[in-house]
DNA sequence: TTCTACATAGAAAGCGCTTGCTGTACGGTT
DNA sequence: AACCGTACAGCAAGCGCTTTCTATGTAGAA
C-alpha cells in the first residue's frame, strides 16, 4: 500500500489536518509539531496524492503548453522558457508547477482535444504558441473553448499568435507582418526586383501575414508581384528545396527567395546550390525566425530574429500571474532584421 | 457553478453511475440510454473531473518525460515521438493521455524534483531521455526513485540512457561507445592520425561512452593519444567554437576535429572557418546524432545517425505495454554512420 | 480571579468520481 | 409453472486530501 496522509498522522501523533497544514503551510503550526510531522514525513517516504489534492482544494499545478511541433526548435525554445518560468523545480516561485506540452501538429482537432483534456486536468493555465489555421468553424470552436477555460479560472495566453478576441486570452503577437516587410525592403534595397516567395501552408495566419508585409514591401516600391513567384508548401526543409526548384522552374530569373522560415530557407539554400548557384552571388536567400542554426548557414542567413525565449517567458511569467498582462491584453513582439552573408547585391 | 456527473445524471435522467459507465465505457449500458447520456453531455457541455477521476479510479493518464533541454532538437524528437506513440489525440489507442514534458538542464536535482512531482501525479508511465549524471549520490537517489516509481506501477523507461539495474526500469540504450569508435575509425581510415576531440560536459554518461570509443579506435590502431587532444565542454555551439579555437592553439597541426555531438560540431566548423582553414581540405570534422541540421552544413557533416524518432516511439510503445519490452529489460540501439563532405583525407 | 483573545489542533464534511454489490425485469429452461 | 441466467441500472461506500468550524490551552486584560 502507498502511504497516505493518515499514515503520516498517526505517525507523527496529530491529526491528518496538520500534516496537511504544515505541508501546505498556509496554518499555523507550532514549530515542534512541523518539526515531527516532517520527520514523520521523511521516515515514511510520504508523497502527497496530486490528484485527490487538486480534488479537495480545487485547484491544480499542471500548466498546458500547445505547440505544433516539438521537434522544432521554433517552438521548443519557446516552450523551455514558458517552463523556466511557471516555477517548476528550479523555478522561483514556490508552488511546484509541472508542464504538459502538446503536440497538435498543428491541426485544429488535436488542438481542441488536447484543450479539453488541459480543461479536465483543471489546468492552472495554458499557454498556446505558434500560428493559428483559418478554419473558420474550428477557430470559432477553440475560441469557444478558450472562453470557457478562461471562465473557469484558468489563465490563456496566446505566445507568437493572433489574439482572440472576447476570450479573456491575453495575446502576445509576433509582429510578422513588419517583420516581412523589412525583411523584403532590405533585399529590395539592395536592389533586386524579382523576389520569389516560399510561403508557408495555406490557411495560416502566420504565412499569411508574413507573405502580406512581403507584397506590402513590394507595393510600396511599385514592384508588380508575378503570381509565378509564390509558392506555397510545409515549414520544413524539404518543402524548401522543392519549392525553390519549382521557382527556378518557373523564372529561372529570380535574384532572390524569400522563404517562410529558416528552416524553408536552408532547404531553398540547399536546393540553389544543387542547381549551380552560388548565394548570395547568383540569387540571395532570406529566412525568418532566426533559430540558433541560421547563423551557422554558409552564408550565414539573413533573417529576422523574433525574441522566442523572451516571449516565451514573458508569456510564462503572465500566466502564472507573476507579471501584468499588456494594456487591452494585447501586445506586440516585433522582430529585428539580421542581415548576414546569404543576402546581397544582386547579379547585374 | 462547473457541471458534474451528477447534473448529467439529472438531465439524463439516470444514476451517476450510469453516466460514468457510459463515458468509460466499461460496463454494458443499453443504446438508448447511452445515448440519452451523451445527449446531456453535449447539451451541458460537460467535462470530466479530470483529478477526481484519478483520485477514485487510482489511475492517471499522465505520463512524464524527462528531457535534458528541450529547445534542444536532440530532445524535442524523441520526446515528439514518445507523446506520438502514447496516445494522446491523434495517437491510435483510446485512452487520451497527456505528455508532461520536463526539462531538466541536465542536473541530478532538478531530475528528481520532476520525478517526485510526477510521482504525485501518480503518472502512468515516466521516460527519462538523454545520458545520466555519474555522480554516485544522485545516482543512487534517482535509481531509489525510479524503484519506488515501478514498485508503484508506473512504468519507467529509459530512452538513450544506461540501464539502471534493480530498478525495474526498461532500457532502451544508445551504442554510444560503438558509434564513436566507428567515426573514429572511419577518419583513421582517410589517414588520419591527429584527431582533436572535443568531448561534452563531464561526468555525463555519454560524454564518457562517446569518447570512450573514440580512444578505442586510436588504440586499435596504434595511435597514442596526446592528452591535449582532449577538451571537454557543453553540448552547444558556442563550447565547439570555443574548444576548437583552443585545439588549434595546443596543436595547430591537427588534421581532424571529432565533436561530442552535431550542434558542437558545427561551432567546431565556424571556428575553423574563422582561423582561414578549409574543410575537409585542410582539417576534418565530424559530429554525433545527425540531427535535421547537420545535412544542410556546408560541408554537410560526417556524424553517425541515431535513430531517435525510432527509439522514442519504441519507448512509448513500451511504456504504454503496447509493445513487449526487450529481453532482459535491456535493449542497445546502435547508430550508423553517415559519411559525409566534412571528412575528407588529411592534407600531404 | 474571571473574562476575553489568541494561537493551535482536531472533527468532520465534503470535493466529484468509480465500482462492488444489490436489485429488477425479462426471456428462456426444465 | 417455477426457476434461473442475463442484461441493465442504482445504491452507497469510499478514493486521499482540504478546509470550515469548533474545542482547548494559555496569556494577558479587567
Redesign the pocket.
Known amino acids: 500500500m ?1 502511504v ?3 499514515d503520516v498522522a498517526a505517525r507523527a ?6 500534516v ?2 504544515v ?2 503551510g ?5 514549530a ?2 512541523r518539526e515531527r510531522v516532517l520527520k514523520a514525513v521523511d521516515e515514511l517516504d ?1 508523497v ?2 496530486g490528484p ?2 487538486a ?4 485547484t491544480s499545478d499542471l500548466v498546458g503548453i500547445l505547440v505544433n511541433d516539438i521537434a522544432d526548435p521554433f517552438f521548443g525554445i519557446m516552450a523551455g522558457a514558458v517552463q523556466s518560468e511557471i516555477g517548476g523545480p528550479g523555478g522561483r516561485a514556490g508552488g511546484e508547477r509541472l508542464a504538459v506540452v502538446c503536440n497538435t501538429g498543428g491541426t485544429p482537432e488535436r488542438e481542441l482535444t488536447y484543450l479539453t483534456l488541459l480543461q479536465r486536468q483543471r489546468a492552472a493555465a495554458v499557454v498556446l504558441t505558434g500560428g493559428a489555421m483559418e478554419d473558420g468553424v474550428h477557430q470559432a470552436a477553440v475560441a469557444a473553448k478558450l472562453r470557457k477555460l478562461t471562465e473557469a479560472g484558468t489563465r490563456v495566453v496566446l505566445c507568437g499568435r493572433p489574439p482572440a478576441p472576447d476570450t479573456g486570452a491575453i495575446a502576445l503577437t509576433f509582429d510578422n507582418r513588419g517583420g516581412g516587410r523589412e525583411l523584403t525592403e532590405h533585399l529590395i534595397g539592395l536592389g533586386h526586383r524579382r523576389l520569389g516567395y516560399i510561403a508557408g501552408p495555406e490557411e495560416r495566419t502566420t504565412t499569411r501575414h508574413r507573405l502580406e508585409g512581403h507584397r506590402t514591401a513590394l507595393a510600396a516600391h511599385g514592384i508588380e508581384e508575378d503570381p509565378r513567384w509564390t509558392v506555397h508548401g510545409r515549414y520544413d526543409r524539404q518543402a524548401g528545396y522543392e519549392a525553390t526548384l519549382e521557382l527556378l522552374r518557373r523564372d529561372p530569373t529570380l535574384t532572390a527567395v524569400v522563404a517562410a522560415n529558416d528552416t524553408v530557407a536552408l532547404g531553398a539554400c540547399a536546393a540553389l546550390r544543387d542547381s549551380g548557384l552560388r548565394i548570395p552571388d547568383d540569387v540571395s536567400v532570406a529566412g525568418f525566425d532566426d533559430l540558433p542554426f541560421s547563423i551557422d548557414a554558409v552564408p550565414a542567413l539573413t533573417t529576422v530574429r523574433l525574441p522566442l525565449a523572451e516571449a516565451g517567458a514573458r508569456a510564462g511569467r503572465v500566466a502564472m500571474g507573476r507579471e501584468e498582462a499588456p494594456a487591452g491584453g494585447i501586445a506586440t513582439v516585433r522582430g529585428e532584421l539580421m542581415v548576414r552573408g546569404s543576402s546581397g547585391r544582386p547579379r547585374a
Not at 501523533?13 to 496538520?18: I, N, R
Not at 498556509?26 to 507550532?30: G, H, K, L
Open positions: 502507498t497516505t496522509l493518515a501523533q496529530v491529526s491528518p489536518a496538520t496537511s497544514r505541508l501546505n498556509n496554518y499555523p503550526v507550532a515542534s509539531t510520504y502527497l496524492n485527490a489534492s480534488l479537495a482544494a480545487a
